[in-house]
């Protein structure tokens, strides 16, 4: 008796749930019982997860809404708002990011949020100076910082500089080092210490920080080809996997994102709706508490177009063909008219013609890139008020954020502007008291 009673202890201990793993949600079958330590913990109606803890299992959430017209009280469901500036409250102690119809939410807020870019951040060797990048995000009021993800070479660079992953002669090496992917570890550990959300990329479009050009370079092809070629993509996929197990369990991942800017110049559309298909399923069988999206500049348009290239198909790009796939939770749109051979002007009904767009698919949009390089109020603010007042957008981040760091200034492109200065008043803290004011006083019906 003594052998069956260790044999079925053993089976029970086997049967609970491993840390970290699902233990519940929608359409799950499994165990809800996780090993000894951990506790069983509601993520949203798709997904509980064991995490380090003790007490009882809590499945349930309660949602309160602020809308004059909708209040909600539900168990194990996603969280229901029915306007843009609906608050809504949740009682578990990490909620991951989501969306609600039309909104962002955040901390069980659906709302509308703004934020920034810094493709920098995780280059930093000085752990104070992410700190401080994250802390005075924070105190700003900026909830999303979007960030690179990637760091690709095909040389190893001198000692001390920091890389993510060598593509030489047909081989990918992942550097995990401290001058690897222990830098992206710590900027995840410090916006989850300061409330900040990230969005983390994983290949760039362009050659700076080595994109896909160092991956053509060590598996041949070529810029267009590369979505479809077999060795890189086993090896973008790698290197993929390897940067989500390592944050699948963070709360302040914000959303996995698939490239910066990604085109395919002259291709038919269908060569980047299949790569964005495939690989956005690829990411959810990873990891599908954390919400995933493209990155593109919203190029290839019917909605509202005014015929410019932008609105044209020409990059091998079609916004709300890519936007309707189901593994993609929201659009992402850039906007830079000067590169464009467009107007500043032009760049509001820019705005208007993807929030439309995304309105009509159901899901929010998120105005993830915008700047010039002189005259930053009177051009950008603009813009953000457009997109404050546009069903179907829900946040915009600007092209970039910067700061004083213990050497001196982050980097600057043209497109910077810097915490503390004018700038950073009229497009900051100007705009993060518009986006309350809209919330408090101005509730707009922004039916799912």
């Not at 963070?250 to 990604?262: K, Y």
């Not at 500049?297 to 936007?323: A, H, I, K, Q, V």
């Amino acid at each position: 008796m003594k052998s069956l009673a260790i044999f079925l202890l053993a089976s029970l201990a086997s049967a609970a749930v491993a840390p970290y793993g699902q233990c519940g949600g929608r359409g799950y079958s499994g165990d809800t019982s996780c090993q000894s330590g951990w506790v069983c913990q509601y993520q949203n109606s798709y997904y509980s997860q064991c995490v380090a803890g003790s007490g009882t299992t809590s499945t349930t959430t309660t949602a309160t809404t602020t809308s004059s017209s909708t209040t909600t009280s539900k168990t194990s469901t996603t969280l229901a708002t029915t306007t843009k500036t609906t608050t809504t409250s949740v009682a578990t102690s990490t909620v991951f990011p989501g969306t609600s119809g039309l909104n962002f939410t955040i901390d069980g807020k659906a709302g509308y949020f703004a934020g920034s870019n810094s493709y920098w951040i995780g280059f930093l060797t000085n752990n104070d100076d992410v700190d401080l990048v994250l802390d005075h995000m924070n105190e700003s009021g900026l909830r999303i910082l979007r960030v690179w993800g990637f760091n690709d070479v095909n040389t190893v660079p001198s000692s001390g500089t920091v890389y993510y992953q060598l593509l030489q002669n047909g081989v990918a090496t992942i550097n995990t080092g401290a001058d690897g992917l222990q830098r992206l570890d710590y900027v995840v550990a410090s916006a989850e210490k300061h409330n900040v959300k990230l969005i983390i990329n994983f290949v760039n479009n362009w050659s700076d920080y080595g994109g896909m050009a160092a991956y053509v370079t060590a598996f041949g092809g070529s810029q267009t080809s590369w979505y479809t070629n077999e060795a890189a993509q086993a090896a973008y996929r790698t290197y993929i996997k390897t940067v989500i197990a390592r944050y699948s369990s963070s709360s302040a991942i914000f959303a996995w994102e698939l490239a910066n800017e990604p085109r395919c110049n002259g291709c038919n559309p269908s060569v980047i709706y299949d790569w964005v298909k495939s690989t956005s399923a690829y990411i959810k069988s990873l990891d599908s508490k954390h919400l995933v999206c493209i990155g593109d500049e919203g190029f290839g348009l019917d909605t509202l177009s005014d015929g410019s290239y932008p609105y044209t198909y020409g990059e091998g790009l079609n916004f709300t063909m890519n936007l309707a796939i189901d593994d993609i939770d929201f659009g992402t749109f850039h906007l830079y008219p000067s590169s464009w051979g467009t107007t500043n002007d032009w760049g509001n009904g820019w705005v208007e013609s993807h929030g439309a767009a995304c309105a009509a698919a159901g899901k929010p949009c998120l105005f993830e890139e915008y700047g010039v390089t002189s005259d930053h109020c009177a051009v950008e603010a603009p813009w953000q008020a457009t997109a404050l007042n546009t069903k179907g957008v829900s946040a915009d981040l600007y092209w970039q954020y910067g700061d004083t760091l213990s050497y001196g200034q982050s980097p600057d492109d043209g497109n910077t502007f810097y915490y503390g200065t004018d700038e950073f008043t009229c497009l900051v803290t100007d705009h993060v008291a518009a986006i309350g004011y809209l919330e408090t006083s101005v509730h707009i019906s922004y039916g799912q």
